[in-house]
């Protein structure tokens, strides 16, 4: 099974949500896990997760995955608040 990475910008946000979630899912739709890469990524909004999260769930019902990798510590703590850092596989 092939995998693809996804090299996310600095913020993911209400402002940009849509592209990100069309182009993971353009990722799936290839049949192809997707590993996203938060190294740039300073910010993420509630919209942000849940761009993350939907995206789990089509890789999940495809039977692929979805991993996070080079998460910074900002983005950390709010996935860790909110219970976000369990539902994911690192990279």
Not at 69 to 90: A, H, L, P, Q, R
């Amino acid at each position: 099974m092939n995998t693809e990475v996804y090299q996310l910008g600095k913020e993911l946000d209400s402002f940009n949500y849509q592209q990100v979630q069309d182009d993971i899912l353009a990722i799936l739709e290839k049949g192809s896990n997707a590993v996203i890469d938060m190294t740039a990524c300073n910010y993420i909004s509630s919209t942000g997760l849940r761009v993350l999260l939907y995206s789990k769930k089509v890789a999940a019902a495809k039977g692929l995955k979805v991993c996070l990798k080079g998460i910074s510590s900002e983005v950390k703590d709010v996935m860790d608040v909110t219970g976000f850092s369990n539902f994911f596989d690192y990279a």
